[in-house]
């Protein structure tokens, strides 16, 4: 099978066996503060062994496409929320557990104003901006042990153009 992966737009339904969508589309929750403010409300499941959420501000360097995926990871012991303080996409790559080993990875592209939220143990790629500045808050576990199993490719994946459906497997 091709190891060229095509991007596709990121859809909560879509991507809710690997983690949650964070947006405010739709209705809100709730208004709040006199009206002048909507609240959707508990929007991601945060989920961690012991120790404790923390949030974390990271600035990574911008990636550009196609791009070489030469390893996914995973957080055994908690989740991990990918919060973009800019208005721009970046790339959301997952897979699907396959025996303990990453099945063939998914790509999304986010629209602006999107996060994600990774369940706890999905396998991701690590923060994928696509612009400058790539600067996120990140929502994680702060504990003991490092919480962390990396998963190399014997070969890598091409994570394709979303604008050359040639490369659309
Ligand atoms: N290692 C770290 O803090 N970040 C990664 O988990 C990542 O997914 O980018
Ligand atoms: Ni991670």
């Not at 947006?23 to 959707?40: F, H, M, T, V, Y």
């Not at 959420?53 to 908690?78: C, N, Q, T, W």
């Amino acid at each position: 099978m091709s190891r060229r992966i095509a991007i596709e737009p990121l859809a909560a339904d879509v991507f809710a066996p690997f983690g949650d969508v964070l947006e405010a589309s739709g209705e809100p929750d709730r208004l709040i503060n006199q009206g002048l403010c909507g609240r959707w409300h508990d929007r991601a499941r945060l989920d961690f062994s012991d120790g404790r959420a923390g949030i974390s501000l990271f600035k990574a360097e911008p990636r550009a496409l196609p791009y070489s995926l030469e390893m996914v990871e995973r957080h055994p012991d908690g989740s991990q929320a990918f919060l973009p303080m800019s208005e721009h996409p970046f790339l959301v790559i997952v897979a699907a557990d396959d025996g303990g080993r990453p099945g063939r990875p998914r790509a999304f592209v986010t629209r602006s104003g999107q996060g994600v939220n990774f369940h706890r143990g999905t396998w991701h790629g690590v923060l994928t901006p696509l612009h400058e500045p790539g600067l996120f808050a990140v929502v994680d576990r702060i504990g003991d042990g490092a919480n962390l199993e990396e998963y190399w490719f014997d070969e890598a994946y091409t994570i394709g153009r979303r604008d050359r459906p040639s490369q659309a497997d």
